[in-house]
C-alpha cells in the first residue's frame, strides 16, 4: 500500500491540465516510474489498476466538490 501511494504522490506532478483541470496520472508515467523503482510486471500491473481507482476517487471528489460550491 505504502509503494501505491507513493508511486501515487511522485506522480502527481505528471497530470495534464486542461480546461477541466488537472486529469488523470498518465499510463506512461505510472510505466516509467515502476522501470525507475525496480518493480516487476506484476505489481506495475497492480500500481496501474490502484493508481486509477485512485485518479477516478480524486475526480469524483473534486467534481463534488464543485458542485457542493456551485449550490451554495
Same mark, same amino acid.
Given at each position: 500500500? +505504502? @509503494? !501505491?501511494?507513493? !508511486? ?5 506532478? !505528471? $497530470? @495534464? ?7 488523470? /496520472?498518465?499510463?506512461? +508515467? /505510472? ?13 506495475? @500491473? ?12 480524486r475526480s469524483? $471528489? /473534486? ?7 456551485? $449550490?451554495?
Amino acid at each position: 500500500m +505504502a @509503494l !501505491c501511494l507513493e !508511486c501515487w504522490h511522485d506522480l502527481d506532478s !505528471c $497530470r @495534464l491540465l486542461g480546461f477541466a483541470g488537472a486529469g488523470p /496520472i498518465p499510463w506512461t +508515467a /505510472i510505466t516509467e516510474w515502476c522501470r525507475w523503482q525496480g518493480v516487476d510486471r506484476e505489481l506495475t @500491473l497492480v500500481l496501474l489498476d490502484v493508481i486509477r481507482h485512485l485518479d477516478v476517487a480524486r475526480s469524483e $471528489r /473534486i467534481a463534488s466538490e464543485a458542485e457542493t460550491k456551485g $449550490r451554495k
